[in-house]
């Protein structure tokens, strides 16, 4: 059955071309990860990467969502980040500035204008992160300070043009992979942004599946323990995909009404609350900011005592990474979510919650409900993300799959998937779960 589910995306024409232009578009920004930014010696810039992996901070979180383009100084070394980080940007600035707020009640039009926006703050931020990283890869080796005894010269020729040729082949890097992107949203599978992060690192978890069996075969971790290891992530793997599908449904009813001379009978729906409605954006700021003293230490010797204390307490750097992940899961979900916009919409469209009347107590319903959900939310969060620290002290060894890479990789594959079925259920074909079993969803988009 599943399999006859599964040859069904090959039946359709449309559906197969749309798999096959995704996947030759993909190819493509694997391939460009191993060009070369101009002036690097790669050898000594994979030295330095592999010196960075043990200490962490904000290089190899940077090197992650990359899929390793930073490790190779390629093209794509910023990677999709600036525009991810242009985005996040134009929705703070959205709840702050009352022309941007008008333009996303504007429809298409002003998502399209908002996203021309995004593009331009995305050419901004890979000029200014392409001026950073060339005056940082030319110290790289040069100075004893913060380089943990590499001796290594990353740039051998300092000098302007490096910088120029830096800042232009990382800025038209990152602008082709936003344009990659946008060609699989719109000619291939959809979710294109998505799926390029997902691809990074799904091939950077190939290496370290390797290394564990590698381990293995030499006897530093028993055959037993890698087997109960699996088990363990694939039990977490579930959890991810029953808690991203969660959500909270308030029931709304809508009363009668007129639309012309047509009168519409009062139905029954309900308002989807999500469980996890800031996506990985907290542990992503989470992350982001404990790597700050481990990054600054590198370069400010004075900052080493603090950063070896953060980094050699394993319980005060989980601690301190719960709660901030569970602050900015309230901070982001209150600037994303508006409970009183929300009410309003309701109320305009003549609904109301059963029980609360419409308007400014409805808004204060819905603002308890997701007060409460988005605290479970925050730690489940926390609890994932916390994962690869607790297997790494437990068994002595480091370990790559979990945390902020495994939820993303998880929410993609459910939105993609729900994308092929989507298409296979609107050509009369069954979808993957057969005739009689459940539809399949991705993650609940809830709009403020």
């Not at 939105?415 to 779960?433: C, K, M, P, W």
Request: glycine share 10%.
């Amino acid at each position: 059955m599943a399999l006859n589910a599964f040859t069904n995306i090959f039946r359709i024409a449309e559906l197969r071309n749309r798999l096959a232009y995704t996947l030759v578009l993909l190819v493509v920004y694997r391939i460009g990860i191993f060009i070369n930014t101009p002036g690097v010696d790669r050898a000594a810039m994979n030295a330095f990467m592999d010196a960075q992996k043990q200490s962490g901070g904000l290089v190899s979180l940077f090197n992650l969502f990359s899929g390793g383009a930073l490790e190779q100084m390629s093209i794509f070394g910023l990677g999709i980040m600036p525009y991810v980080s242009a985005s996040i940007i134009m929705q703070l600035l959205a709840v702050v500035i009352p022309s941007l707020e008008r333009l996303q009640k504007e429809g298409a039009a002003g998502r399209q204008k908002i996203n021309q926006y995004t593009r331009y703050g995305s050419i901004v931020l890979s000029i200014i992160q392409g001026i950073g990283i060339s005056r940082w890869l030319v110290s790289l080796g040069r100075s004893d300070a913060g380089q943990g005894g590499f001796n290594q010269i990353v740039v051998p020729d300092d000098s302007a043009w490096f910088t120029f040729m830096t800042v232009i082949s990382l800025t038209a890097g990152t602008a082709f992979i936003m344009w990659l992107g946008e060609r699989i949203t719109e000619r291939g599978i959809g979710n294109g942004i998505s799926l390029i992060i997902f691809a990074g690192i799904v091939a950077r978890m190939v290496p370290s599946a390797k290394q564990l069996f590698d381990m293995t075969a030499q006897g530093a971790i028993e055959s037993a323990a890698l087997v109960a290891l699996a088990a363990f992530m694939l039990f977490v793997v579930a959890v991810v995909v029953y808690v991203e599908r969660g959500m909270r449904r308030i029931p709304v009813q809508y009363a009668k009404r007129m639309a012309g001379r047509r009168m519409f009978a009062g139905q029954a729906t309900y308002f989807p609350m999500k469980v996890n409605s800031a996506g990985v954006i907290p542990p992503i700021f989470a992350g982001a900011l404990l790597s700050f003293p481990a990054t600054l230490g590198t370069w400010f010797p004075f900052l080493n005592t603090f950063r070896q204390g953060l980094e050699g307490n394993a319980w005060l750097y989980n601690g301190l990474f719960v709660l901030l992940v569970v602050f900015f899961a309230y901070f982001y979900t209150a600037l994303t979510f508006r409970p009183d916009d929300v009410a309003d919409n309701i109320k305009k469209q003549g609904g109301y919650i059963p029980g609360i009347r419409p308007g400014r107590q409805t808004a204060d319903f819905i603002e308890r409900v997701l007060n409460r959900i988005t605290f479970g939310g925050g730690v489940y969060l926390a609890a994932i993300c916390v994962i690869p620290s607790v297997i790494t002290n437990v068994m002595g060894v480091r370990f790559s799959f979990g945390g902020t890479a495994l939820l993303i990789v998880v929410g993609v594959a459910l939105d993609t998937v729900q994308q092929i079925e989507g298409h296979l259920i609107s050509r009369n074909y069954e979808g993957f779960a057969g005739p009689r079993g459940p539809r399949i969803r991705g993650r609940v988009r809830v709009a403020a």
